[in-house]
């Protein structure tokens, strides 16, 4: 029996005591003056941290209510959105788009490729008629971080609206939404945030505002003015997740304490470390190099079929008290993912690249032990902390 398994899917993840601490405080009066003082230390942290004047928005839900509300407000019905899609969760908003009447015109990209700005502009060139762009930054299915700055430029160079899927990529992954001209960047509470799930967080612009008043989506729950218009007043449309409140606000001030930018090395050096490690057992990576995510890690799996991949999984959680992610979609049975955000560093590491080593050997698929931790140590030896702001992604 393992007592404490180690979860690493990407997202939820493991919280810091402080966290948990904060979230399991008596409640407050949400319509009270302590509940607006913890609402502007989140909305202020929030902006500084992905580097936006614009307005925040809390949405209680979890990611998905985020792009749905991103639908809901940037478009009505017929109006014509380009969705470019790489991976399970790019896919599931072309679902909630064609649920809102949305005219989707569908850059389909196979799973395991990446977005190209190229293909963006291509499409908008041959479409004036879409309005919006609709982009997922780190595709959590696939674990490839879509080229965001490049596909910024080229929506901005076209004029459209650019909606961004960054549910598990801001906090972990650098974003400026202002420099990006991001109009609508969704992310969510359970992903690179230290906090548990039950906030969806949106960066929306002025001009997704004017867009939003435009909209003839029905909507009440996700009007973007709704939000707003209480936000002005320190306070939430509908009653708020408090003690996710708490704990997101313990999350950020961590974040703040340790700085964004280094929450962004730590991520590059954690994720180096894995890939490293993955890399020396032989077995393989899905995302192709360049635009591997340092947020979570697809590999391709050396199980024969799915259930052995299925029993390889168990084995780990059951044996080895460590928690990875299975595949998803047409991947199912064919990766699996290690998820490595919010509160993880290079001790965790080890761990998860010890335990994953036994597990394979225990099933065959390793003749030998003892690479991936003296690899990915290695790795961590020669990290400069900085160097890697160089190459993260901007
Ligand atoms: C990239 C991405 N988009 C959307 C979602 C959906 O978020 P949720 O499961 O919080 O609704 C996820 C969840 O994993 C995600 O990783």
């Not at 801001?170 to 609508?184: F, N, R, S």
């Not at 050096?269 to 979570?296: C, D, Q, Y």
């Not at 490595?340 to 030998?368: K, T």
Request: proline share 6%; with cysteine.
């Amino acid at each position: 029996m393992v007592f404490a398994p180690q979860l690493r899917v990407p997202g939820p993840t493991p919280l810091p005591d402080r966290v948990i601490r904060a979230a399991s405080q008596p409640l407050i009066n949400h319509r009270g003056p302590e509940f607006s003082e913890m609402f502007g230390t989140v909305n202020r942290l929030l902006s500084e941290m992905l580097f936006t004047s614009g307005h925040i928005l809390l949405i209680p839900g979890s990611g998905t209510y985020g792009l749905e509300a991103a639908v809901a407000n940037l478009m009505s019905p017929g109006d014509t959105g380009l969705f470019c899609t790489n991976g399970y969760f790019g896919e599931r908003w072309v679902s909630i788009a064609q649920a809102y009447g949305v005219n989707v015109i569908h850059l389909d990209i196979p799973w395991g490729e990446v977005v190209t700005a190229d293909d963006i502009s291509t499409a908008l060139a041959h479409h004036p008629e879409i309005t919006t762009v609709f982009v997922t930054h780190n595709e959590t299915s696939t674990g490839i971080t879509n080229p965001l700055e490049d596909i910024a430029r080229v929506v901005t160079e076209h004029d459209r609206i650019l909606a961004v899927d960054s549910v598990s990529g801001a906090g972990a992954l650098p974003v400026h939404v202002d420099e990006l001209g991001i109009d609508v960047l969704v992310t969510a509470s359970q992903k690179g945030w230290m906090a548990p799930p039950g906030l969806a967080m949106l960066a929306v612009s002025e001009r997704a505002l004017a867009a939003s008043k435009k909209s003839k989506s029905p909507k009440w729950t996700f009007d973007f003015e709704r939000f707003i218009s209480s936000g002005a007043k320190g306070m939430t449309p509908t009653t708020p997740p408090l003690s996710v409140y708490y704990a997101l606000a313990e999350g950020l001030a961590m974040m703040a304490e340790e700085g964004i930018e280094h929450v962004w090395g730590r991520h590059n050096k954690v994720a180096t470390m894995i890939r490293t490690g993955v890399l020396s057992m032989g077995l393989k990576l899905f995302a192709p190099e360049g635009f591997r995510s340092n947020a979570v890690t697809a590999v391709r799996s050396p199980a024969p079929d799915a259930d052995a991949l299925s029993l390889l999984l168990t084995d780990l959680r059951e044996k080895y008290g460590l928690i990875l992610a299975g595949g998803q979609g047409e991947q199912i049975g064919k990766i699996f993912r290690i998820g490595h955000l919010g509160y993880i560093d290079e001790q965790d590491v080890y761990g998860i690249l010890g335990a994953l080593e036994c597990a394979l050997f225990d099933h065959g698929y390793l003749s030998r032990i003892g690479f991936a931790v003296p690899a990915a140590q290695t790795t961590s030896q020669a990290w400069v902390f900085g160097q890697e702001l160089v190459t993260a992604d901007r």
